[in-house]
């Protein structure tokens, strides 16, 4: 089955600095991949979606320049969380669809952010 | 428009017991439905979907029952397990937008 991997599983950071979280479709090629935010205790919110070479789609209220994201590959996308504040901490998760399959969404195991 | 309904929001069920979790939404473009299931610390994992053309769709012990007219679907796990505690989401997918809609969640403790 199709298979993402995403890294770091949990990364803790200074406030002021950059990190960046890779998501990986190891077994097809993901033209088209997400990002989500959650919260303790709550659901999935979808930050941004990126397509392979081209500029990612951000939701209402997702700031880019905090968030940025390149999809420069059909296998890996990545975000940078820049400038990172306390209040960035949070689980972040990532996803890729496999267009080969109908509503192939495949979801990465999350990282989880702190900022110290 | 956008948004999906679910319910409850906890749940706690016997070991053997039946575990029912419903959702409603309002966006009539939405083309599937699937339930996700998470455990702490890790992503959600497809459970199973449905398409709005079935009524209903079994897999083992999970169960989507479909009602279009009333725009609700529900998820039921038969013969509950302590490996079923989770928290499980459902989700619309609209097929334009290349877009899946999360429900709120619903953390479910099956207890022995």
């Known amino acids: 089955g199709a298979v993402v991997s995403q890294h770091p599983s949990r990364v803790i950071c200074k406030s002021g600095t950059s990190v960046k979280i890779e998501c990986r479709s190891l077994?097809?090629?993901?033209?088209?991949m997400f990002w989500y935010r959650q919260f303790p205790k709550k659901s999935l919110m979808l930050m941004a979606t990126?397509?392979?070479?081209?500029?990612?789609?951000?939701e209402q209220g997702v700031e880019k320049d905090k968030f940025l994201i390149n999809h420069a590959s059909l296998t890996l996308s990545t975000l940078t969380v820049t400038s990172a504040h306390p209040e960035d901490s949070s689980f972040y998760i990532c996803?890729?669809?496999?267009?080969?399959?109908?509503?192939?969404?495949?979801f990465g195991s999350g990282t989880r952010l702190t900022v110290v | 428009q956008q948004q999906v309904k679910q319910s409850p929001q906890s749940l706690i069920v016997q070991k053997g017991g039946i575990s029912i979790i419903n959702c409603a939404y309002e966006?009539?473009?939405?083309?599937?439905f699937p339930w996700y299931q998470q455990f702490p610390g890790k992503g959600p994992a497809l459970l199973i979907a449905?398409?709005?053309?079935?009524s209903e769709k079994k897999e083992g012990r999970f169960t989507i029952s479909f009602n279009k007219s009333a725009k609700q679907f529900s998820l039921h796990i038969m013969d509950s397990q302590p490996g079923d505690s989770a928290t499980y989401f459902c989700?619309?997918?609209?097929?334009?937008?290349?877009?899946?809609?999360f429900g709120t969640g619903t953390q479910l403790k099956v207890e022995l």
């Open positions: 996803s890729a669809r496999d267009p080969v399959r109908n509503y192939g969404y495949t």
């Open positions: 077994d097809f090629q993901a033209t088209t």
């Open positions: 990126s397509n392979e070479g081209s500029k990612a789609t951000y």
């Open positions: 966006n009539t473009a939405f083309d599937y």
């Open positions: 449905i398409r709005p053309d079935v």
């Open positions: 989700a619309a997918h609209t097929g334009g937008g290349n877009k899946l809609t």
